[in-house]
């Protein structure tokens, strides 16, 4: 496979939360819509990963799923454009993960920022297991496997990219060597004279063996300063740090678009755990309901202030939802105490639930005949395996366990 396939490539995962709030339609779905069309795209729900934070808590992943399945299909994901599947029903996922596990330094997954930090932020879940602790390498295999170049997330997610990347690049750089490739690059080190020799192999062995990324950086400055190395020694030499020889796993880049940031009716972040989302579908009342109630500007307290709209939750609302028209009316009236905060809120609510119109209507046949749900999860896990195959036969190959 080329790298020019691999661009035209995208996959994206998301974890059975249950039914998604406008927050995760903004955020991401939405945009996955737009990208069916545009890339070859493979998206599950990430069910496994889901069991690396709850392993304790897992009688509702199956439930979680089908809402979450049955969001994205509302939201206009539709399975003749995309793949659309369930992690754990492409037992790959687990095989890949485990020959990768190999390769991985221990040092990698520790350094990833979202291991301390969740440690930290989910006090009352126990999350020193081997498997909490593998949760991005498994996010990398889901992505190797379908040499998906283009992976759209947020930011959040981006060291998990990165990291996909360092693992692909470990193992091209183990398995897809040429022949012979090893005994040029160790005659080339020897041509480095005694000192630098020792210095190249003692950073080498660093980032090789702990992940090290100041041992790299020092072993291809000492590289660039070599006088009597040739071109193709000194480039041999560069390969033989992070790999150069065939590549088997593609690296794949995060795939960073224009998305739009809904806050909570508190103003803080949208969560379902926090009790601040709006649905993606739900009842006109309630949708009014939540929404007349939504936290403004604290400094308006009375009709008679004049507000900010910077600093309005409700504002940032009509960022995603109104037309230029509307924003101006809405900060103008804001800033001179022209309307009040219930008139401001208005518009929202109309464009929220006409919004949720489509959702509603799209969702109603799935969610009258959940077979139909089923059956694109089948088809779409079917699909996923027969590409998930193609990489694993590879990938063994290269290992040296196809037993052919
Ligand atoms: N970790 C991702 C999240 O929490 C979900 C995920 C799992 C994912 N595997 C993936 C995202 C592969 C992109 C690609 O949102
Ligand atoms: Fe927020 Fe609108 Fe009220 Fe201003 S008028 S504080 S923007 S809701």
Known sequence: MSSNDAER????????????HIGHYHGALKNWVKLQHEFQCWFFVADLHALTTHYDDSADIEQHTFDTVVDWLAAGLSPSAATIFVQSKVPEHCELHLILSMVTPLGWLERVPSYKDQQTRLKNRDLSTYGFLGYPLLQAADILMYRGGNVPVGEDQVAHVELTREIARRFNHIYGREPQFEELAERAIDKMGKKAARLYRTARKEYLEQGDMDSLERAKALLGEQQNLSIGDRERLFGYLEGGGRIILP?????????????????????????NAIGMREEPSVVEKKIKTMMTDPARVRRNDPGD?????????HQVYSDEETKTWAANGCRTAGIGCIDCKGPVIDAVCAEQATFIDRAKQF????????????????AARDEAKLTLDDVKAAVGISYR
Not at 9 to 20: A, D, I, W
Not at 310 to 317: I, R, S, T
Not at 371 to 377: E, F, G, P
């Open 9 to 20: 490539r995208l996959v994206s995962g998301m974890r059975p939360t249950g039914r998604l």
């Open 251 to 275: 690296e794949a880049k995060a795939l960073l678009t224009e998305t739009s940031k809904v806050p909570g009716l508190d103003g803080e972040k949208m969560s379902k755990s926090y009790g």
């Open 309 to 317: 709209p910077d600093k309005c939750p409700v504002f940032a609302l």
């Open 367 to 382: 969610e009258e005949n959940p077979d139909l749900v089923r059956s694109i999860l089948i088809e779409g896990s079917e």
